[in-house]
């Protein structure tokens, strides 16, 4: 019984630990302009939205597992085709893109 559990709570911390799950968020944004676009009435919109709430679970997690997995290491996201949020040029606190190999800088996997 111990040795199940360790092997689930291997898998758990490995699959949380490969997905890139910081990303735009574009299935569940697709829902939410869909949820904002159906009535005009900010009640309705919130009435709406209750009755979504399981498919905004659905697609948080689509969104987490695949589609912000897919951003991060193609650098593109597969269903708005912008670049990835942390492809952003902003004003940052810390510099470290002048100290790193050009490798380090783009993402690994080109999309397809």
Do not use: Q
Not at 48 to 53: E, G, I, Q, T
Request: charged share 20%; glycine share 6%; hydrophobic share 45%.
């Amino acid at each position: 019984m111990k040795n199940v559990v360790l092997k689930f709570a291997g898998i758990a911390i490995l699959a949380t630990t490969m997905t890139g799950c910081v990303g735009s968020n574009a299935v569940t944004g697709k829902v939410m302009k869909f949820n904002v676009e159906t009535v005009d009435n900010r009640y309705a919109r919130a009435g709406v939205n209750f009755l979504l709430a399981p498919v905004y679970g659905v697609t948080s997690a689509a969104d987490y597992a695949v589609f912000n997995s897919l951003e991060f290491w193609t650098g593109k996201n597969p269903i708005t085709d912008s670049p990835h949020i942390f492809d952003s040029k902003v004003e940052t606190h810390i510099k470290v893109n002048d100290d790193l190999d050009p490798s380090l800088k783009e993402a690994p996997i080109s999309p397809i």
